[in-house]
């Protein structure tokens, strides 16, 4: 079984999300499937599909304008959150110690938290991918966790959205690393998904690298004809 994600950014609709899970509930699979959606579209999952959300607050109640809570989350029977997505780092500025305790939250509120670390162009060009990763996974990890009550998703920040990807052997010794940094930390039962420009053409591919557990699914997964296929063609 392999887990496959999407992650809807600040799109969709209802119609949309309905319909999704309509065509996943149709296919044959035996991947488990997260659609990570906008807060407006929050709800109970089905046996094919989970709903997840693509953030949770720091913070557990307050005076805290425009966040939402964990704990609300988990109210509209969403079972999983991103957190420390690229664009939540860059354009929230959230640090590692941010996401940790996001993912704190999440876990404490029995959210399935799915934790991006990755690294920017600048950091790729000056040769400081591995450390960057390493830090990721070290520190983003909250206290609370356990081995597989979250997922690492290792995602190049450079890639996501260009249409481009890094190549096989990048993203193997990017997964291989995490895999280390898990098992050195008792995780070893934890999945660690690939996510940055993955389409059907090139899923096959990237499923097949070692220590690849999924995928993370952007602009591919707002669409049944190409979500669809990403799905089925993973074994």
Known sequence: ??????NWKMNGNAEILAEMMTEIANINTDNRVILCVPYTLLRTGTGAVMIGAQNV???DMGAHTGDVSAAMVAATGASATLVGHSECRACLHDTNADVAMRAEQAIKNDLWPIICVGET???RDTGLTHKIIELGVRESIPNNAT????IIAYEPRWAIGAGVIPSITEIAAAHKIIREILNEMGFDETPILYGASVS???VNEIMSIKNVDG???GGASLKKDDFIPIITSVK
Do not use: P, Q, R, T
């Open 1 to 6: 079984m392999k887990i496959i994600v999407g």
């Open 57 to 59: 607050s720091k913070y």
């Open 121 to 123: 162009a600048a950091e």
């Open 147 to 150: 081995n597989g009550n979250f």
């Open 200 to 202: 059907a053409d090139n």
């Open 215 to 217: 995928v993370l699914v």
